[in-house]
């Protein structure tokens, strides 16, 4: 975690500081990496650090090999040209300055842009919010900046200053979110659509605007686009240093969105918050189911599969089931996870993934979850019906206590079926009283009437196969189902009628259960 949010600088971060207070200051970037540690003397004969900056004077470098490893060099007078090789990093002082000033600048400097990170670096480690990490950005900036989500759905803005974008209040939400007109003008300009693909820290020119931004696209471990954070150029010229801290901040503002916990992220609250509503019973106009799925680029006759899964492997916690959310919706494309207590509900859009039910079979494996899928739908107003479907799949997982990591409510229905009606009525009661008769026969006549019906029937009347099941000659079949028909009525042609075949595999099924 200490590595994770750990801020190393780079000597343009140095440069950017010092360069106001110093004329004839000047920088030659080379490879200038974010590694440095500290500031450091040069002493003779010693080898030069990669993760210090090291102060020297330059007339020493004379008799000192230029080495292949990077090196960053904060020097008094002109560096040997052979130093300046685009390699090595070197920020170059007018000769009569006194090293001990560059030490106490350095070591200002230092200390400026440490007491930033430590602040974020407390916020973090408490599990502070993105708002808290951006209002203590804007003094280290000196420009207001903001976050917005994947949906340009405002998370955080700490100052706005005119120029900026006029948020407006999403009604349905109650988030602030970018003006139809200003999105409009975003979907049709080049440079912008050139921008939701970058990884790095960037400039975005103020043609749009009218003034410059330092943008940062947040993207998760997985690579899904998550938001931006923006630095607008609005109180103080941009320096090019401000390209790795705006880095750093990004990836702490991505560390505590994946952090504070699945439903925290404010700008996705709402849509779970209806699901939640859904999933109990409560009724959304449909142009308010629309527009809230429309977040996740949903439409509502897409074809869906619920799940319902318990977190109770893990402890069955609220952070627990938020985690296994995170995680969900980060491994399994087009997917929704929201949960109450440990259990959980996901909602995946097919026409996003066809390949869910190995990427579900993985997740369970590894948290040695059971899980219940619904049948496939395309209503999404009726998920609370399909939210059922899957609760009792996973019920009718937990009670066959098998190999299997799921069921989907088709491999229970029948089962559910069956159970309702013994509900109203003893088994006995329930099933082909033909069945019933046969079953009695055979316990006082010491037969196999009643298996040998059963076969004959899930057969689909087949004599051969029957015969060669039960393993009897097919003479001896004929006059076992006359046999039937004479104790039941029943005869080839009844058990060939649709109603009365349902009925009669329902009442083995029945049977067969009772047994097991």
Known sequence: ????????????????????????????????????????????????????????????????????????????????????????????????????????????????????????????????SVDELCAASYPYFQNPLFVHDAQLHVISCPVWREGMIAWEKDELTGLMITPLEELNELKTDKEYLSTLTTKKAQIFSAELRGYRDIYVNIWDPHGRYEGRLVICELEHPLKPGQFAAAEYLAGLIRLTMSRRGHREKTYKKTLYQMIDGMIRGKEFSPPEVEKRIAQCRWKMGDPYVCIRMDAEEWEGSPSSSASVCSYVEAKVAGSLACYDSNRICIIINLSMNDHYTSDIAGILRDGLFKAGFSSVFHEFARLSHYYRQASLALEYCRKRNDTRWYYTFGDIAVDYIADLGCTEFAPEELCAAELMRLRKYDADNKTELYKTLCTYILNERNTVATSSQLYVGRSTLFYRLRKIKEITGLDAADMSEPVKNLYLRLSIFIMERIKK
């Open 1 to 128: 975690m200490d590595e994770e949010i750990r801020f190393l600088l780079n000597l343009q971060l140095l440069a950017d500081e010092i360069e106001e207070s110093v004329p004839g200051l000047r920088f030659y970037a080379g490879k200038d990496e974010q590694c440095l540690e500290g500031i450091c003397f040069y002493l003779p004969g010693m080898e030069l650090p990669s993760r210090y900056a090291c102060i020297v004077r330059a007339e020493e470098l004379k008799t000192v090999p230029v080495p292949d490893r990077h090196c960053s060099l904060v020097a008094a007078g002109p560096v040997p040209e052979e130093w300046k090789n685009g390699f090595h990093t070197i920020l170059e002082f007018p000769e009569n300055t006194d090293p001990m000033r560059l030490m106490n600048l350095c070591q200002e400097a230092f200390h400026r842009h440490r007491a930033w990170a430590e602040s974020l670096r407390n916020i973090v480690m408490r599990e502070g």
